[in-house]
C-alpha cells in the first residue's frame, strides 16, 4: 500500500532487490533494516508516529552543534567561573581566549562532533608554526580537552569526543618542534640595584619586597592595610587572592623587619586601597618634572592646562603583574642592563633561603606545596656539591 491519499498510512514494504524493509514518506524512501524483522517494525513504527505527529511530514533533521558554538558556551561559563572571591576575573581568562582561538580559526565551522584527536593535534601544530614554547602549547591543548569536556557534561556533543581528545599526549622535552624556552634563572643583585634610580618609589619597594620575601608578582603588587596583621614583631601578609587559593590552600607570607621598613611610608588610613598605586607614582614624576622646569611660569603651558580632557590611558590604582614587569623592563633598558623580569626575583630569594636554611625551609617561606617545586625555583649549589667530592674523592 503506498501513499494515495490524506488518510492513508503509507505501508511497510520489501524493497525487492536488496531484501531490505522500506517506507516512502514524502516521496523519500526510508529504509529499516532486513524484512520481517522486530528491528525493522520498530523503525517503522517509530518514523509513523513521528511523521503523524509533526503533521504527516517527518521533523526536520537538527543541525549539528558547531564547534564555535561550543567554543562560545564555553566563554561565557568560564566569564563567570574564573573569578576570583572580590569579582575580579582571574588571569585564567586571557590564556584561554589564547587557546580557543587557534581552535576557532581552524575549526569554527565544523561539527563539533567530528573534531576528533587528528583535529587536536592540528590546532597544537598551529601553535607550533605561531611560535609558541612548548609548555604554553601543552597548556593551550589542556584547555581545549577541558572546553570539551565541559560540552560532554552538559550534553552538547558526544562524550566519546572528549574521551578521544583524551588521548592526544602532551609534547615532551627534545621531542618536538616547538620552541623549548630556558630556565628562570636568578637575576644577579647588581642588576637589580642597577635599576632602582630608573623606577619609581612604589616600583623600587615591590622591587625590594619581592627580593625579601620570595612573593609571586601578583601577590605583591596586591597589598592593603587591610591584609597585613602588624600585631607580632614579624607581620603576615594574607594576599586576597593567590595561586593555589581555588585549591582551598592557604597562603600567608611573613613580613620582617627589613621588609616593614620598606612598608611604612606607603601605609594609607584607608586601608582598602592598595599601597603601591601606579596613580601616586604618576603624581609624583609629574611634580618632579615640575620641580626641575626651567621655564618661567609666566611662559608656556601653566601646570595641568595641557592634559586631555578624554585621555587614552589613565594610571589605575593598583599595579598588575604585567604593569610592574612592563616598568621593570623600562627601567634594564634605561640602565643599560640586560633584561630581567619579577619572576627572577622570587627564584633569586629561593636560592638564597636554600642556601642558608635548606630546601624545606626554603619551600615553606615561597608557599610550595612540595619539594619539588622548590627545587624547580632554587638553583642547585654547585659549589658545594664540588666541595662534598672534593673530600670525598
Excluded at 27 to 42: C, F, N
Excluded at 157 to 182: F, M
Excluded at 253 to 278: K, V, Y
Amino acid at each position: 500500500m503506498s501513499e494515495t491519499g490524506d488518510s492513508r498510512i503509507p505501508s511497510y514494504r520489501r524493497h525487492k532487490s536488496s531484501g531490505q524493509a522500506i517506507v516512502t514518506l514524502n516521496g523519500k524512501d526510508h529504509l529499516l533494516g532486513r524484512y520481517g524483522t522486530v528491528a525493522s517494525r520498530q523503525k517503522y513504527n517509530r518514523l509513523i508516529t513521528e511523521w503523524l505527529v509533526n503533521g504527516r511530514r517527518l521533523p526536520a533533521p537538527e543541525a549539528p552543534v558547531l564547534v564555535a558554538e561550543v567554543l562560545a558556551a564555553y566563554w561565557r561559563h568560564a566569564q563567570a567561573y574564573y573569578r576570583h572571591s572580590d569579582g575580579t576575573p582571574t588571569g585564567e581568562l586571557n590564556s584561554l581566549k589564547g587557546a580557543m582561538r587557534f581552535c576557532a580559526k581552524l575549526y569554527r565551522d565544523t561539527a563539533a562532533a567530528d573534531f576528533g584527536p587528528l583535529s587536536l593535534k592540528a590546532a597544537r601544530q598551529a601553535m607550533i608554526e605561531h611560535g609558541l614554547a612548548r609548555g604554553v602549547i601543552n597548556n593551550h591543548v589542556n584547555r581545549i580537552r577541558r572546553v570539551f569536556k565541559w560540552a560532554a557534561g552538559n550534553e552538547m556533543i558526544p562524550a566519546s569526543v572528549w574521551h578521544g581528545l583524551a588521548a592526544v599526549e602532551g609534547l615532551r622535552a627534545g621531542r618536538s618542534a616547538a620552541r623549548e624556552t630556558e630556565p628562570v634563572k636568578p637575576v644577579p643583585v647588581e642588576n637589580v640595584q642597577a635599576i632602582l634610580p630608573h623606577v619609581s618609589p612604589q616600583v623600587a619597594a615591590l622591587i625590594q619586597l619581592q627580593l625579601l620575601t620570595g612573593a609571586r608578582p601578583g601577590e605583591i603588587c596586591a597589598i592593603r592595610g587591610m591584609d597585613l596583621d602588624t600585631s607580632g614583631q614579624v607581620w603576615v601578609y594574607t594576599p586576597r587572592q593567590h595561586k593555589t587559593l581555588h585549591h582551598g590552600h592557604a597562603r600567608q607570607i611573613p613580613i620582617g623587619p627589613r621588609a616593614q621598613a620598606i612598608i611604612r611610608p606607603f601605609l594609607l588610613a584607608d586601608l582598602e586601597l592598595p599601597l603601591f598605586s601606579p596613580r601616586e607614582a604618576e603624581r609624583i614624576r609629574r611634580e618632579k618634572m615640575h620641580a626641575s622646569r626651567k621655564t618661567p611660569l609666566s611662559y608656556g603651558n601653566s601646570p595641568g592646562s595641557n592634559r586631555k580632557r578624554k585621555p587614552r590611558w589613565k594610571p589605575s590604582h593598583e599595579y598588575t603583574a604585567a604593569s610592574y614587569r612592563r616598568a621593570i623592563t623600562r627601567a634594564c633598558e634605561a640602565a643599560g642592563v640586560p633584561h630581567w623580569h619579577p619572576h627572577q626575583l622570587r627564584h633569586t630569594r629561593a636560592t638564597d633561603l636554600r642556601k642558608q636554611y635548606g630546601i624545606e625551609s626554603a619551600g615553606v617561606m615561597l608557599g610550595h606545596r612540595n619539594l619539588n617545586v622548590t627545587e624547580i625555583y632554587a638553583e642547585k649549589d654547585l659549589a658545594q656539591a664540588m666541595r662534598i667530592a672534593g673530600e670525598v674523592g
